[in-house]
């Protein structure tokens, strides 16, 4: 499985929909994840950023992913998106491990 933080703003009339409404879109978050195959770890609202929302989710796949991705994207909920690829410490280790048998040649100075 795989880390990734989605960054969401809103467009105007996603978000003044989730006021009026008094919608709690976390567990809309959830089964968009499970949908595919994936589990949200959390949805946070956050301030004086460029995005409304952060949320994690850990998905099977990259395309998984990116179903779910295009499936928002199509539906207009946001204005804007954007994603960043999380990893954990454990990642970093085993990442080291396959660096040793990596094989690259610098450029030469």
């Known amino acids: 499985m795989s880390l990734y933080m989605l960054q969401g703003r809103y467009t105007k009339e996603a978000m003044s929909s989730i006021i009026t409404n008094?919608?709690?879109?976390t567990a809309a978050a959830a089964a968009a994840c499970e949908s595919v195959g994936g589990k949200l770890v959390g949805m946070y609202g956050v301030q004086g950023q460029d995005y409304?929302?952060?949320?994690i989710a850990d998905m099977p796949?990259?395309?998984a992913y990116m179903a779910l991705y295009m499936k928002i994207m199509q539906?207009?909920?946001f204005e804007t998106m954007k994603t960043v690829n999380l990893y954990t410490g454990a990642d970093v280790a085993a990442a080291a491990v396959m660096a040793n048998d990596a094989?690259?040649?610098p450029p030469a100075g």
């Open 75 to 77: 539906a207009g909920t």
């Open 103 to 105: 094989s690259y040649t």
């Open 52 to 55: 409304h929302i952060m949320a």
């Open 61 to 63: 796949s990259l395309q």
């Open 22 to 25: 008094q919608e709690d879109r």
